[in-house]
């Protein structure tokens, strides 16, 4: 069972795309930052017809993650001051094993980077993961792919 308000996840780059992944359920993604410290973030995000806003507090091996609904017009309301700091993706949700890869395919300013991210339960869970062939590099905690960084540049 997942502990509530942690997150525990690992982040990939892909050596090639899995087989059929247009197909699989996906959605848009935009999402900005209204702030943006060392150890804590507070995102917008809106995925589909889904916005929420998000709070994160960096760890060593997890992360603080708060997280609430937001309606259209509070989203909206919240959104400028997010400019300097946004970016879109489309996210894939793809079945494997006993977890599920999420594929983030990045456009505007980042087109062409393809990550992949995989939450877990639990820290034993996740140290045991062992990625499919098709997934790269665990580039999990590299500030160059952090959505922050991607988000700023």
Not at 11 to 33: A, N, S
Not at 97 to 102: D, F, R, S
């Amino acid at each position: 069972m997942k502990t509530p308000h942690l997150e525990i996840e690992r982040k990939f780059l892909l050596r090639k795309m899995p087989r059929g992944w247009p197909d699989f359920p996906h959605d848009e993604i935009v999402q900005g930052y209204l702030a943006a410290g060392r150890q804590t973030q507070v995102r917008l995000r809106r995925s589909g017809r889904v916005c929420s806003l998000t709070f994160k507090r960096h760890g060593a091996e997890t992360r603080e993650e708060r997280e609430i609904r937001l309606t259209r017009a509070q989203f909206e309301t919240l959104w400028p001051p997010t400019a300097g700091a946004r970016l879109t993706k489309t996210r894939y949700r793809v079945p494997w094993k006993k977890w599920t890869i999420e594929i983030d395919v990045y456009g505007g300013s980042n087109t062409g980077l393809v990550v992949a991210e995989v939450e877990f339960n639990d820290l034993a869970s996740c140290r045991a993961f062992r990625p499919p062939a098709w997934l790269g590099d665990d580039i999990t905690g590299s500030s160059r792919y952090s959505n922050i960084g991607l988000a700023r540049d």
